[in-house]
DNA sequence: GTCTATATGGCGATAGAC
DNA sequence: GTCTATCGCCATATAGAC
């Protein structure tokens, strides 16, 4: 029981390999950067990880549950669709506002070894056709506008996602390059997807930015 | 004039760099790995572009400046503006079914130079703030929803690019990972991804699947 | 468990013949 | 312009003292 630190030295690395990594990716780390920002001996990585291989996939996995959290809670609740994908679109964005660097840093990774991607995604307790078959519920009760529930699937996680793996060239082109704006902007995202999403979907409603 | 060859060397390296680094990104391309698929040997490429950096940025900025198109002609027609988003899209996702690897490729390398892509943008003719002008006139119009202009265009383009970017892991989760499956998809979304933002966006009228 | 020192291999880049 | 050979560095990984 004792051994249980949360600043012991594998916490220290895990924490100092995800910083690194989700910056530089698998390729651009270097391990010597790890352990300094561990503030350790490079020979510790490999005691503690074998290699680098190991690690990345330590912190992909971590990284990679972390950002596809438990949706059923969300997803399954009582309440009526639009407000379960309006919460769900607000937390989601919430997140991506905490560790904004994720969107790009799966992305990038994500074509890497789609085999350990496989594994991570059975592991994991979603079942995406569990989502997709209540989503046609909802167009069975005409709730929401008939498409293929796929389609509404990507969309909303394109429009939340999008924004922070293209942050660069977005805040580049549309914002002056102003980080301090394009928080902001990010921020209002949470109301405006929310908006435009239940715009398209909902049937013979026409739902207003002021209201 | 006699030197104007598109089976030159030059042009091979061009070509081979292209289809690893767009495969590799930056830092896992191996300038071995060119050569061989260029069939040349590997100091002729240090002869043709000096190093790695600068082979990647000829790279880059011709991939960049194919993916951003002249979007103008098709944005400033005298067309309805219905009819110009719906072009748009469809011309853009066309695109990308051509050049599937883009979206992952420039997402990945957007954050490397940051002044490199700054350059990029200024180079190129585009002008954003044009843009964002006439998406406001058209709400001044009230042919659309009022909202930010800058919201409108970053839905446009996440809806049309991330099912691209992230391909392999929307693939394996909502298509039993069938390659042949996500490519109808995409091709289908030429469709659905212009309904679903005439759908949010225009006043007064709701546009369904089938009409 | 943690360190120093070193092995090992690979990669970008160059020298120089042709 | 194109090649072979090689340099020099740097990154991963290991050996071994403490």
Redesign the pocket.
Known sequence: MSEINKDS?EEKILHAAQTVFIQKGMDG????EIANEAK?????L??YF????KLFEAIFSKVFNQIFPDIRSLIFSEKPFEERLGAFVERYIDLLLKNPFLPAFILKEINRDPDFLASLIKKQGINPEEILQMIEQEMEAETICRMDPRDLMINILGLSIFPFAARPLMQMMFFNNSKKEYNEFLIKRKESVKIFILNSILVNKKQMPGG
């Open positions: 030295t780390a270097r391990m010597q350790i001996n490079k020979a510790l490999h005691y074998r290699n680098k291989q």
